[in-house]
Structure formats: structure tokens, C-alpha cells
């Protein structure tokens, strides 16, 4: 059984900066993309960066430049350093694994996780 598992939201004020942790534990394929995605209340859940098996990483253009997306060597921990948060990053944030080495934003994911909640004060 896999599990992800997110960690690092909290309440920042504007301008500030959070890092998301997500360990992902159990048996998997050999080769999976990992992504974050985001929902902010009253909306639907939308991409936010993603890592290629291969380490290509993808970004929603919301948060180029601010957002990076990263992993362990072991390639079973996914990270999102967020730097210049703005009050419209509130939102849970999920990660998410997608079988494959290549990221394919219309395809589905695998697991996810229960989220974690990130609050951008102004």
C-alpha cells in the first residue's frame, strides 16, 4: 500500500516562504512521476509543479519563478519550495504520483495525499 504523505503548510504572511515535504512510502512501479497540485476554497483542484522520473520538472504559470519543485536521490520524497507567497496561494496542497517517466498532465494520478493546508495572510 502506498502512502504520501504532506507535511510543512502553515499560516505565512505575504512575501513569505513555506517548503512542503512528501515522503511517499510502500511498494510502487519502477518509475513514476511526482506533482504537487492545489485547491483553494470554493474552487477546483488545479496543477502546480511537477518532477519527471527523469527530473524534467513542469510548473502551472501562476507560480514560475517562485515555486521549485525538487526530490530526494532516492527519488521517493517530493518537495515544493514556495518563495513570494501571495494570498492567492491559499490553498491545500496535495501530492500525487503518476506511473510513467515521462509527466503527462492529463493522465492520472496514482495515489495522493490527504493534503496540507498553506494560509498566505496579506
Known amino acids: 500500500q502506498v502512502q504520501l504523505v504532506e507535511s510543512g503548510g502553515g499560516l505565512v504572511q505575504a512575501g513569505g516562504s513555506l517548503r512542503l515535504s512528501c515522503p511517499l512510502s510502500g511498494r510502487t512501479v519502477s518509475s513514476y512521476s511526482m506533482a504537487w497540485f492545489r485547491q483553494a476554497p470554493g474552487k477546483e483542484r488545479e496543477f502546480a509543479a511537477a518532477i519527471s522520473w527523469f527530473g524534467i520538472t513542469y510548473y502551472t504559470d501562476s507560480v514560475k519563478g517562485r515555486f521549485t519543485i525538487s526530490r530526494n536521490s532516492a527519488k521517493n520524497a517530493v518537495y515544493l519550495e514556495m518563495n513570494s507567497l501571495k494570498p492567492d496561494d491559499t490553498a491545500v496542497y496535495y501530492c500525487?504520483?503518476?506511473?510513467?517517466?515521462?509527466?503527462?498532465?492529463?493522465?492520472?494520478?496514482?495515489?495522493w495525499g490527504k493534503g496540507t493546508l498553506v494560509t498566505v495572510s496579506s
Open positions: 500525487a504520483v503518476q506511473y510513467g517517466t515521462t509527466w503527462n498532465e492529463r493522465a492520472g494520478m496514482k495515489y
